[in-house]
């Protein structure tokens, strides 16, 4: 049938469905925070970090994390020859396993609401259900705020720290046997088994209400744009053609690489000492590792530096680089010199790219009379802009900072730093040159294959040649 026919068709004047509205925004945030919470609960369990203290509070702080939220920490560790207004940490890192917990149920519900509305939406009625989504987050994030202080306690006596004669390495909870570092305790840790450090912290309010917002807009925007069958407002038919197939391309093989590295975790698990630890890290931080190794892996260079202790938390051979040349670019290439698998990671890239262009071209309609190198240069054009942006972004998500001045269990983090920052406008370039490249080459693959157009979204295929399926 017609456009002007079908069902949900904008009709001027007519009362929005707020009932629909409010009860499908509340499923979207109600899911969304459940995700996140279980997500950051578990993932701290696991990495034992309720030894030390109060799980809700440590939970809502993570979550407020993961959803573009800041965390202020405090602490006062007097016991240990340091006064409180001499000991401060600030760290700079968002959890992307709970972010990417909510997002993809936030992004479910949300969609789904919208394609109960028809094959066409009222831009009216899609700013109403977007904005009381963006509202009822926000509220949960006040919640967070409320309840995400707490002081976390440091008992050396329950650490089993029982002096040079105690037997066992020292251990931190979450953290374990501090193994080499055990030589940097002082003479008289046994003096220690008794302190403690109580170490404070609290969601700022402002700004994490500020993050959420950025944040809660973001997701539902990319999935608007990534979801291809899913209505959008009258005269925004481009959208469907042009923008979808290609940011859904980069959306999947990214959840591909994030469904990549959890199977490489529980792998890992299976021959680690402390398999819950491997866990637990997996499922706070598995999409953070993936998404700084795929710009890397596309030689996008990396400022870091690592001082004092934190450096020797970096895997290898990361660590050996930035001890050896902190003032150079990380590189994939100078990775590779000092372990010549790292090159692995180039090639997955690569891979991914090459999928990502298959993908843009499959879903991409084939208007009749277009040429192979015609459409090998839509498909260049589109992947490559959608590249573009979205390589930065992923630089940008993946900042690491961390900056410490505290001194706990005899063990001196002292001016310890750890920093990677990706260099965003190499960024852009990379990815416009390798976006472009992979839809080219995904383009020329698909045609060859007859594959080229063979799975358009319905939406798509419908305004491509004129009609609207109901």
Same mark, same amino acid.
């Given at each position: 049938?017609?456009?002007?026919?079908?069902?949900?068709?904008?009709?001027?004047?007519?009362?929005?469905?707020?009932?629909?509205?409010?009860?499908?925004?509340?499923?979207?945030?109600?899911?969304?925070?459940?995700?996140?919470?279980?997500?950051?609960?578990?993932?701290?369990?696991?990495?034992?970090?309720?030894?030390?203290?109060?799980?809700?509070?440590?939970?809502?702080?993570?979550?407020?994390?993961?959803?573009?939220?800041?965390?202020?920490?405090?602490?006062?560790? &007097?016991?240990?020859?340091?006064?409180?207004?001499?000991?401060?940490?600030?760290?700079?890192?968002?959890?992307?396993?709970?972010?990417?917990?909510?997002?993809?149920?936030?992004?479910?519900?949300?969609?789904?609401?919208? =394609?109960?509305?028809?094959?066409?939406?009222?831009?009216?009625?899609?700013?109403?259900?977007?904005?009381?989504?963006?509202?009822?987050?926000?509220?949960?994030?006040?919640?967070?705020?409320?309840?995400?202080?707490?002081?976390?306690?440091?008992?050396?006596?329950?650490?089993?720290?029982?002096?040079?004669?105690?037997?066992?390495?020292?251990?931190?909870?979450?953290?374990?046997?501090?193994?080499?570092?055990?030589?940097?305790?002082?003479?008289?840790?046994?003096?220690?088994?008794?302190?403690?450090?109580?170490?404070?912290? &609290?969601?700022?309010?402002?700004?994490?209400?500020?993050?959420?917002?950025?944040?809660?807009?973001?997701?539902?925007?990319? &999935?608007?744009?990534?979801?291809?069958?899913?209505?959008?407002?009258?005269?925004?038919?481009?959208?469907? =053609?042009?923008?979808?197939?290609?940011?859904?391309?980069?959306?999947?093989?990214?959840?591909?690489? %994030?469904?990549?590295?959890?199977?490489?975790?529980?792998?890992?698990?299976?021959?680690?000492?402390?398999?819950?630890?491997?866990?637990?890290?997996?499922?706070?931080?598995?999409?953070?590792?993936?998404?700084?190794?795929?710009?890397?892996?596309?030689?996008?260079?990396?400022?870091?530096?690592?001082?004092?202790?934190? !450096?020797?938390?970096?895997?290898?051979?990361?660590?050996?680089?930035?001890?050896?040349?902190?003032?150079?670019?990380?590189?994939?290439?100078?990775?590779?010199?000092?372990?010549?698998?790292?090159?692995?990671?180039?090639?997955?890239?690569?891979?991914?790219?090459?999928?990502?262009?298959?993908?843009?071209? %499959?879903?991409?309609?084939?208007?009749?009379?277009?040429?192979? !190198?015609?459409? !090998?240069?839509?498909?260049?054009?589109?992947?490559? %802009?959608?590249?573009?942006?979205?390589?930065?972004?992923?630089?940008?998500?993946?900042?690491? &900072?961390?900056? !410490?001045?505290?001194?706990?269990?005899?063990?001196?983090?002292?001016?310890?730093?750890?920093?990677?920052?990706?260099?965003?406008?190499?960024?852009?370039?990379?990815?416009?040159?390798?976006?472009?490249?992979?839809?080219?080459?995904?383009?020329?693959?698909?045609?060859?294959?007859?594959?080229?157009?063979?799975?358009?979204?319905?939406?798509?295929?419908? =305004?491509?040649?004129?009609?609207?399926?109901?």
């Amino acid at each position: 049938m017609s456009a002007a026919t079908g069902a949900g068709t904008e009709r001027p004047g007519a009362p929005l469905p707020w009932a629909d509205i409010l009860l499908s925004a509340v499923a979207a945030v109600s899911w969304a925070s459940v995700g996140m919470t279980a997500t950051a609960a578990l993932g701290l369990h696991l990495l034992k970090a309720d030894a030390a203290g109060s799980l809700g509070p440590m939970t809502a702080a993570v979550v407020a994390l993961g959803a573009g939220g800041s965390v202020s920490p405090s602490a006062d560790v &007097s016991a240990f020859g340091l006064k409180g207004g001499e000991a401060h940490t600030a760290v700079e890192i968002t959890p992307l396993g709970v972010s990417l917990a909510g997002a993809l149920l936030l992004a479910w519900f949300f969609l789904r609401s919208l =394609r109960a509305a028809g094959v066409v939406i009222a831009p009216s009625e899609l700013l109403a259900r977007a904005g009381t989504v963006a509202a009822l987050f926000l509220a949960m994030l006040a919640g967070l705020a409320w309840a995400g202080h707490d002081v976390v306690t440091v008992d050396g006596g329950s650490l089993g720290l029982g002096g040079p004669s105690g037997g066992g390495g020292a251990g931190l909870p979450g953290l374990g046997d501090l193994g080499g570092l055990g030589g940097l305790l002082p003479d008289r840790v046994g003096d220690l088994v008794h302190a403690k450090a109580a170490v404070g912290f &609290s969601v700022d309010t402002a700004p994490t209400l500020l993050g959420g917002l950025g944040w809660c807009v973001g997701v539902l925007l990319i &999935s608007l744009l990534a979801s291809r069958r899913t209505p959008l407002p009258p005269g925004w038919d481009a959208v469907h =053609r042009v923008v979808r197939p290609a940011v859904s391309a980069l959306v999947t093989v990214l959840l591909v690489a %994030v469904a990549a590295g959890l199977a490489a975790a529980a792998y890992a698990t299976a021959g680690d000492d402390h398999p819950g630890r491997v866990a637990g890290a997996a499922l706070l931080g598995a999409p953070n590792g993936v998404w700084l190794g795929v710009p890397l892996g596309l030689f996008v260079p990396w400022d870091g530096r690592a001082t004092g202790a934190l !450096a020797g938390v970096l895997p290898h051979p990361l660590n050996q680089l930035l001890g050896a040349a902190p003032d150079q670019p990380v590189t994939v290439g100078r990775l590779a010199g000092l372990d010549g698998r790292v090159w692995l990671l180039a090639v997955a890239a690569g891979a991914a790219m090459l999928l990502a262009g298959v993908l843009t071209a %499959v879903r991409t309609p084939v208007p009749g009379g277009t040429g192979t !190198a015609g459409f !090998a240069g839509r498909c260049a054009l589109r992947l490559g %802009v959608a590249t573009a942006l979205a390589l930065p972004f992923l630089a940008w998500l993946t900042d690491v &900072s961390v900056d !410490a001045s505290l001194s706990v269990l005899g063990f001196d983090a002292f001016g310890a730093g750890l920093e990677l920052h990706g260099r965003l406008g190499t960024a852009l370039l990379l990815g416009a040159v390798w976006g472009a490249g992979a839809g080219a080459a995904g383009a020329l693959l698909a045609r060859a294959l007859g594959a080229a157009g063979t799975r358009m979204a319905r939406p798509a295929r419908a =305004r491509d040649h004129g009609t609207v399926a109901a």
